[in-house]
């Protein structure tokens, strides 16, 4: 069963190099709705609790030190077919491999540095969401 939100980060690379508006703009055009927004800071336990998943996986160092090194822009977005929706219009997560017009393709300069994070389920989106904002602060 499909929910109507999903999770995102603009993460430090596109915060970094100023793309902060243009990549809202995107999600707003394409039908978004946000319904929670914050400007952050993971600190490191957070991006470990965050990241757990990969834990064991070789990039999980590297991965906490990218996604603490700066701040972020965490959102909770609302659209018909949400999560897959969202995931079209960031593109894979090689820039070099994502669709003309997608967010990744545009502003993301690496597969490590891919400028945005997407739920990949809506179950994750529920739990992720959840990680970075209260309810108090979902609208």
């Known amino acids: 069963m499909s929910t109507n939100r999903t999770f995102t980060m603009i993460k430090p690379d596109a915060v970094e190099n100023g793309h902060i508006g243009a990549i809202l ?18 600190s490191l336990r957070d991006a470990q ?15 906490v030190e990218f996604m603490t090194r700066g701040p972020i ?3 909770i977005l609302e659209k018909e077919n949400a999560v897959e929706d969202f995931r079209a ?7 070099a491999d994502a669709a003309e017009g997608t967010i990744r393709k545009m502003f993301a300069t690496s597969i490590g540095e891919n400028a945005v ?11 992720e969401g959840s ?8 609208y």
């Open 25 to 42: 703009e995107k999600i707003t055009a394409a039908g978004f709705k946000i319904v929670a927004m914050k400007y952050t800071q993971l």
């Open 49 to 63: 609790e965050f990241y757990g998943v990969h834990r064991e996986r070789p990039f999980f160092g590297e991965l």
């Open 73 to 75: 822009v965490s959102a």
């Open 89 to 95: 219009l960031i593109g894979a997560t090689n820039p």
């Open 117 to 127: 994070h997407g739920s990949d389920s809506d179950e994750n989106a529920a739990l």
């Open 131 to 138: 990680f970075h904002f209260a309810g108090r602060e979902i």
